[in-house]
């Protein structure tokens, strides 16, 4: 069975910082292209950032110079490091492993910017 756990989403104030993990299971984590998606209140789903197998990395130019996507295959884990945080970055961030034409997810965690 494929999971995703999520953890690091809080309550932080503009300007702060913070880093989003995500454990995935070792049968598809180093197969996988791993993201990190998030869905504001009335809002679709939108893409954050991914990262391949071989570490090459994709952002939206929203986040672009603020939010760093990693990966550790030792750990199974990619984490989003978010610096420079804005009230517009507030949403609910899921982990997301893509392997071939299947899309796994994890449950999400909440990320609230506010003062």
């Known amino acids: 069975q494929v999971q995703l756990v999520e953890s690091g989403g809080d309550l932080v104030q503009p300007g702060g910082s913070l880093r989003l993990s995500c454990a995935a299971s070792a049968t598809i984590f180093s197969r996988s292209q791993m993201g990190w998606y998030r869905q504001a209140p009335g809002k679709e789903r939108e893409l954050v950032a991914t990262?391949?197998?071989?570490?090459?990395?994709n952002y939206v130019d929203s986040v672009k110079g603020r939010f760093t996507i990693s990966r550790v295959s030792t750990k199974n884990t990619v984490y989003l490091q978010m610096n420079s945080l804005k009230p517009e970055d507030t949403a609910v961030y899921y982990c997301n492993a893509k392997l071939g034409l299947a899309y796994f997810w994890g449950q999400g965690t909440q990320v609230t910017v506010s003062s």
């Open positions: 990262i391949t197998s071989g570490g090459s990395t």
